[in-house]
T-cell receptor, first 113, second 114 residues
Framework: EPEVTQTPSHQVTQMGQEVILRCVPISNHLYFYWYRQILGQKVEFLVSFYNNEISEKSEIFDDQFSVERPDGSNFTLKIRSTKLEDSAMYFC???????????FGDGTRLSIL | AQSVSQHNHHVILSEAASLELGCNYSYGGTVNLFWYVQYPGQHLQLLLKYFSGDPLVKGIKGFEAEFIKSKFSFNLRKPSVQWSDTAEYFCAVSRHQAGTALIFGKGTTLSVSS
């Protein structure tokens, strides 16, 4: 079964640094998403991406965050000037057109020191 | 704004016991409903989904869920749990439109003892 793959599995970064989280969605999927889960809290939606542009974003997804599909396979989340509270598990997901469910990757655990 | 409530934070059952996990959502429009499961060390996996039609939906591994529109509920059930069902279970809702955000509940941890 095709999978969403995320790298790295764990990223440790100093506060104030920039970090890029990478995802390879399922190849024929059209919609791409980022979610995060702070330890002990619920999974929260960050952003969705379709046709090379952001289609929806949450209040969390402020100017500190950006997404990009730099080529035909990767989907990245960039976090600038990281803060301690950005420490979380970040999940990438993708879905096909129409009423199709989202498929999730294993996540990247981001630790800000 | 949409929201999802899962009533049980941690459920502990013995093998062969029946399971029901509660989920209520808040949204005025047409929704898609989902249950995802996360086994220890693994990614979120879809258990079952409801988009339209028969409100009783069957998913993988013997799970089912019933959509009761009047109660804004989508409870998950399994008649007889197994030790391998130990995992975290998430209820989620999205607008009835392709590519929209999933709004998750806080999750329920299920521990099944053998």
């Amino acid at each position: 079964e095709p999978e969403v793959t995320q790298t790295p599995s764990h990223q440790v970064t100093q506060m104030g640094q920039e970090v890029i989280l990478r995802c390879v969605p399922i190849s024929n999927h059209l919609y791409f998403y980022w979610y995060r889960q702070i330890l002990g809290q619920k999974v929260e939606f960050l952003v969705s991406f379709y046709n090379n542009e952001i289609s929806e974003k949450s209040e969390i997804f402020d100017d500190q965050f950006s997404v990009e599909r730099p080529d035909g396979s990767n989907f990245t989340l960039k976090i600038r000037s990281t803060k301690l509270e950005d420490s979380a598990m970040y999940f990438c997901a993708s879905s096909d057109a129409g009423d199709q469910p989202q498929h999730f990757g294993d996540g990247t655990r981001l630790s800000i020191l | 704004a949409q929201s999802v409530s899962q009533h049980n934070h941690h459920v502990i059952l013995s093998e062969a016991a029946s399971l029901e996990l509660g989920c209520n959502y808040s949204y005025g429009g047409t929704v898609n409903l989902f249950w995802y499961v996360q086994y220890p060390g693994q990614h979120l996996q879809l258990l079952l989904k409801y988009f339209s039609g028969d409100p009783l939906v069957k998913g993988i591994k013997g799970f089912e869920a019933e959509f009761i529109k009047s109660k804004f509920s989508f409870n998950l059930r399994k008649p007889s749990v197994q030790w391998s069902d130990t995992a975290e279970y998430f209820c989620a809702v999205s607008r009835h439109q392709a590519g929209t955000a999933l709004i998750f509940g806080k999750g329920t941890t299920l521990s099944v003892s053998s």
